[in-house]
Structure formats: structure tokens, C-alpha cells
């Protein structure tokens, strides 16, 4: 993944790609955004993580916008599968990393 405006990403073997529009670090992350099996016809959706402080932790607001219906449930189960999940299991165990550890 590029850290500058403008360069290219791919995920999953380039079945997921698109450009990085903005990046503030540890605050936000805006790209454009596509999958392999999408139309040439069909626009790139705009993906936007926010990143916050909420509590003793942190909060990532997820924006996926302009997805065609025809991708939306595809996008929602990857979102939880690939992603959700495994960020909340690898906060979870530094959490608990931190509070043995302290």
C-alpha cells in the first residue's frame, strides 16, 4: 500500500485495488476502491477509515460509499471476514497483552 495521494494499492491478489486519494497518518485514510470482477463501465467506490480516540481505546469509522447493489452483500460479509474480525481479535489480545504485562 502506498503512503502517498495518488499511488496504488491491491489487496488479496489483486482481486481488491485502487489509489490512495488521502492519508493523514493515525487520523484518516481515503481511496478509491475496486474489485477484479467489477464492470470497466462501473465507478470506483470511495473508502474512508477515520481513526479516533474513544475510552482508554480507539474507534475506526468505516465509509464505503458508492458501492452498486450488485456488490453490497459481497462487500459487507468481506468487510466482517477479512477485516472486522481480525482487527477486533488482534486489539483484543493486545489488550490483554497489556494488562498481563502492566
Known amino acids: ?45 470511495i473508502l474512508v477509515l477515520a481513526f479516533s480516540r474513544a475510552g482508554r481505546g480507539g474507534r475506526i469509522t468505516l465509509v464505503h460509499a458508492h458501492v452498486r447493489e450488485r456488490h453490497r452483500a459481497g462487500i459487507r460479509t468481506g468487510w466482517h471476514t477479512y477485516y472486522r474480525r481480525p482487527w477486533r481479535r488482534s486489539l483484543r489480545r493486545r489488550a490483554a497483552g497489556r494488562r498481563t504485562s502492566a
Do not use: H, N, T, Y
Open 1 to 45: 500500500m502506498s503512503r502517498r495521494p495518488g499511488g496504488p494499492f491491491a489487496a488479496f491478489d489483486g482481486m481488491l485495488r485502487g489509489r490512495m486519494l488521502a492519508i493523514l497518518p493515525k487520523r484518516l485514510i481515503v481511496q478509491s476502491w475496486r474489485g477484479s470482477d467489477w464492470l470497466k463501465s462501473e465507478l470506483d467506490s
